[in-house]
């Protein structure tokens, strides 16, 4: 038995290191990995550390799968747990088609990035595969065109040198394989966050130095029925949520032989140039992941018409519509009930804010223009109040919102460029402290981050497009991210709190008359799996 652990441990890594090249002979001596199909352990898979508990240069002491900092000694154990049985069939190294030039090999990060929490944001975009394309074809083509478009994306091939750079070595992309024992449509039936969490790449546990790491990591998952989880985990350093779709977007492009040809714009270090000198801390209350819940809620077309129906009351900087955005009705109603759950469940004072922190891209607000496949973190974030103990109606906490967001034009971006965004960024740090140190844990505060519009249902990488889309809270405690569905104008939430507040914010009447709590995504569609 001894001798045979030892062969299968050595296989594992073997495998772990294997590389796939385009534009060679692979190193492993025409040894071909079809013919290999081995559970293998995802604890591998950045190469480096990625726990506090586990370091990873090469080779391991056992061999773990490690989820949100538990260990999961047994894997069938562990898939029994969550009702799903994935076998890992290989993991490779994709790298640039191309070599990077040795002018490009330091890729400085903008002061933003550099502001930026370490953390690995991660997302994965479900396909029926209505064309049956075969698993065998999918994946080589997948690692082809990966391979093809890391030569412009170079930056994403390399590894994060420290906070103000990356290396672009051409170290690659970590492509893990995985089959799940079950069709597309049965998984949807019921997808909760722990479930699928099984489906994406493992990365850093958010506040573990990104340092040494890759920047991106991929896993493609093919169900029973050849449907296809295609999900991928990128630091936060260089990808805000537009840099993930025009980076699918780039991909799918090259998947299906497109003529387009989009080439990412690298110009963000060069307006906002990093700061050496400063150093940036955010504050541990906004990461603790302990007692933490998530859920999602389906606010339908119905729903939204509704809510877009009240007014928006503004009295400051921005100028009054007829009425709210998808956006700004859907944060308001999820922040007037979060601020009220908070508040049953901290007892905060008569006198003490709740606030609302939303991330902005500011691509479009800024003067000029940058351009539209600009990459890197080009997002400073809205902060709105409101008083709890006040109970503000919809119509003031919309107007709350859209005026913060407002605050976020071409003059204020203006002040993070060069020296002046030094004390924009400290002066954005003491006002977090400020505000959390009202409550002992940051109770008061909530982060809304809104994908919609993004374009993520219009990715085509053969197969069809998506039925689904879902991005996981990579360890902010309290969250809010809004996607679209494939439904027209409806808003799914996906909600992190901490279990005393999602179970007062869940059975909220007023919430609940606009949302459905959990929803299988097959209902979003009428398509078949």
């Known amino acids: 038995m001894k001798i045979l652990f030892a062969a299968q441990r050595a296989t594992r890594c073997f495998l772990n290191h294997k590389q796939y090249y385009l534009h060679g002979a692979s190193n492993l001596g025409g040894y071909s990995h079809a013919s290999m199909s081995i559970r293998l352990p995802k604890s591998l898979f950045y190469g480096h550390q990625f726990s506090n508990s586990t370091v990873l240069n090469g080779t391991a002491s ?37 070599q990077t030039p040795y002018d490009l090999r330091t890729f400085n990060l903008s002061i933003i990035d550099q502001w930026f929490h370490d953390c690995y944001p991660t997302l994965i975009l479900f396909f029926p595969n209505k064309k049956v394309a075969s698993v065998t074809d999918v994946i080589k083509n997948l690692k082809e065109s990966l391979s093809q478009i890391l030569t412009r994306f170079y930056p994403i091939a390399g590894e994060v040198k420290n906070n103000l750079h990356i290396e672009c070595n051409d170290k690659g992309v970590n492509f893990l394989e995985a089959r799940v024992n079950q069709s597309l449509k049965e998984f949807l039936r019921h997808p909760d966050d722990e479930k699928v969490r099984e489906l994406v790449p493992n990365s850093p546990r958010i506040g573990e130095p990104s340092i040494g790491n890759y920047v991106m990591g991929v896993q493609v998952n093919t169900f029973s029925c050849g449907g296809i989880g295609l999900s991928m985990s990128a630091t936060h350093k260089i990808f805000d949520g537009h840099t993930y779709f025009l980076f699918l977007k780039a991909w799918a492009a090259a998947a299906i032989g497109s003529p387009e040809r989009m080439s990412p714009s690298f110009v963000a270090s060069q307006v906002f140039p990093n700061n050496p000198s400063l150093k940036y801390s955010w504050p541990a209350k906004f990461t603790s992941t302990e007692s933490n819940i998530t859920k999602r809620f389906l606010f339908d ?35 007037k009930v979060v601020a009220k ?27 000029p223009p940058l351009p539209y496949n600009s990459i890197g973190n080009l997002v400073l974030t809205a902060t709105a109040i409101c008083f709890p103990e006040s109970q503000p109606d919809l119509p003031t906490l919309m107007g709350e919102i859209r005026e913060s967001i407002a605050k976020i034009n ?27 140190d009202v409550t002992e844990d940051g109770d008061n505060c909530l982060f809304v981050t809104s994908l919609l519009n993004s374009g993520m249902y219009e990715l085509d990488f053969g197969w069809g497009k ?3 889309f879902y991005n996981i809270n990579p360890g902010f405690s309290r969250i809010v991210t809004l996607n679209d569905t494939l439904k027209a104008g409806s808003v799914e939430a996906t909600v992190t709190l901490k279990f005393d507040e999602m179970e007062i914010f869940e059975h909220d009447h007023e919430l609940l008359s606009y949302a459905t709590v959990d929803p299988s995504p097959l209902n979003f569609n009428d398509h078949s799996t």
């Open 410 to 436: 071409s003059d204020h971006i203006e002040c993070i460029k060069g020296e002046k965004g030094h004390e924009e960024f400290s002066q954005l740090l003491r006002s977090l402290k400020d505000l959390t």
């Open 466 to 468: 998506p039925i689904w």
């Open 62 to 98: 056992s061999f773990r799968s490690i989820k949100d900092g538990k260990k999961h000694e047994n894997n069938d154990n562990f898939e029994k747990k969550v009702n799903l049985a994935i076998t890992y069939n290989c993991i490779e190294t994709i790298k640039p088609a191309s």
């Open 301 to 335: 077309s119905v729903a939204i018409a509704s809510l877009k129906a009240q007014p928006v009351s503004c009295t400051g900087l921005s100028t009054p519509r007829s009425g709210p955005t998808r956006m700004e009705a859907t944060s308001s109603l999820i922040w």
């Open 341 to 367: 759950a908070s508040s049953i469940v901290r007892s905060f004072g008569p006198q003490s804010p709740h606030a609302l922190f939303s991330f902005v891209n500011f691509r479009k607000r800024v003067s």
